[in-house]
Every structure is written in structure tokens, then in C-alpha cells.
């Protein structure tokens, strides 16, 4: 019976640990960009807690400011009537770089375009977050 405790004891501490090693992850502030990542992680159900002091972070992720190019109302006419309705959205992109805290070394960059009027940084965040757990996931 000892032993039965001692070995559920063994692995509630191990599965305590597990939790404990999570690597954390400070998000730049990047004109409310920040904000869209930090919820496309907890979307996409990443495996690192996001912190709020970059002191307390195995990685820093950095976005380079979101860019987005609007189409003028005449631009779309005029794509529309020469050539094609397709592709007429609003595009964004973003650039980001995951930092390693503890040796400043980047480990992981990703770029992404979208075309999605209004939605652009919503659905960028989300792009940058599935790669990035493709990337965690690899590790």
C-alpha cells in the first residue's frame, strides 16, 4: 500500500512540474496589436502562459508595426471594371520575432498577408499564432 502512495505521490509531483515548466511568453506592446495575439494564443490554445513582465518570460515575442494598405474607392472601380473584383479587400501585414529572454538569440520568425478589410489584425494574430504553435510544437 506504501507503494501505491508513494507512486501516485511520484507522479502528482511529476505532473506539478509539467505545469510549472510551461514557458511563458511577454508580447511586445505594438499599438494594441499586443492585445490580438495575446487572445489568438489563448484561441489556439498554445502551450506557454502569456506574462506581463518581460523579467518573467522565456520568450519575448516582437511585432514590427501592423501595415495596413487601403484601397481608395476609385482604385476598387476601376480594378473592378478593367480587370477583376477579386482581391479588392484591404490587405495587412505583420512581422514578427520570438526571442529568447535568457540568451537574446531569435528562435522563430514569421510574416504574414492578409486581404480581409476590417479584420486584417484579428486574423493576422490567429495566423501568427498557429505557426507559432507549430513552431512550440516541433520543439
Known sequence: MKKVGLLLGLLFGVSSFAQVARPSVYIEPQHGFETYLAAAISKKKLPVDVVTDPGKSTYVLKSAPVAIKQESTGEKITRC??????????????SVQLIETASTKMVWAYSVEKQRGNKNEQSMAEAVAKHFKEFLNKK
Not at 81 to 94: L, P, Y
Open 81 to 94: 471594371v478593367f480587370a477583376s473584383c477579386a482581391g479588392i479587400e484591404d490587405k495587412g501585414n505583420v
